[in-house]
């Protein structure tokens, strides 16, 4: 079964320390991998995508294929980053839905 | 701005009701997801349409119907309401599997 797991419900950083939000993944097919940012009482926005290889707001993700995993990271937080940020896996054989995390709850501390 | 857009922003309406939740994509857009938000599930993708037709499910109630018209924009209907649908609807559309991009959401408040 597709499934994205996402370890932190809630993560606390202060301003200008790294960050690194964990997501983890179970496919048995090629993945599509993303990362979306909600900021507060707006709508999704697409931040990543791993085929992409693109930095976004200081944003990197690598895919991991071995450890299943496509962590976003970022070295020095700042307090504009504080949103709602959810990893997802894109299912491309047969239908292209996403299958998303639970999401992590980012507060960036000043 | 993503160019998706979502009416009504809210609704309020009563258990035992109908509705009917709006969307139109981005300009050049063929697909069309609806994801269903909420506090004890979290993001949950409910139906696909492409150009017209019904391309994947996935935890839609039977209650729930949607349709893309041939403008394509889309219409989830939610029928026989239960305090338990309340929840932020999301509207996606996309060109292919290089992301999708969201609108503002629908919040329903089933009383």
């Known amino acids: 079964a597709q499934r994205v797991t996402q370890p932190e419900k809630l993560l606390s950083v202060f301003k200008g320390a790294p960050v690194e939000l964990k997501c983890n993944y179970s496919?048995?097919?090629?993945?599509?991998l993303f990362w979306y940012v909600q900021y507060s009482r707006q709508r999704l926005q697409l931040l990543l995508r791993h085929i992409s290889r693109e930095s976004i707001k200081g944003f990197t993700a690598d895919l991991n294929k071995g450890e299943t995993s496509f962590h976003l990271k970022k070295p020095f937080a700042q307090e504009e980053d504080s949103a709602m940020y959810y990893c997802a896996l894109g299912l491309i054989q047969g239908a292209q839905k996403l299958v998303f995390g639970q999401g992590t709850r980012l507060t960036i501390n000043p | 701005d993503s160019g998706v857009t979502q009416t009504p922003k809210h609704l309020i309406t009563a258990t035992g009701q109908r509705v009917t939740l709006r969307c139109s994509p981005r300009s050049g857009d063929l697909s069309v997801y609806w994801y269903q938000q909420s506090l004890d599930q979290g993001l949950q993708f409910l139906i696909q349409?492409?150009?017209?037709?019904?391309?994947a499910k996935g935890n839609i109630l039977e209650r729930f119907s949607a349709q893309q018209f041939p403008d394509l924009h889309s219409e989830l209907n939610l029928s026989s309401l239960e305090l338990g649908d309340s929840a932020l609807y999301f509207c996606?559309?996309?060109?292919?599997?290089?992301?999708?991009?969201f609108g503002p959401g629908t919040r329903l408040t089933v009383l």
């Open positions: 496919y048995s097919g090629s993945p599509e």
């Open positions: 349409y492409y150009n017209g037709e019904e391309r």
């Open positions: 996606a559309s996309s060109v292919g599997p290089a992301g999708q991009y």
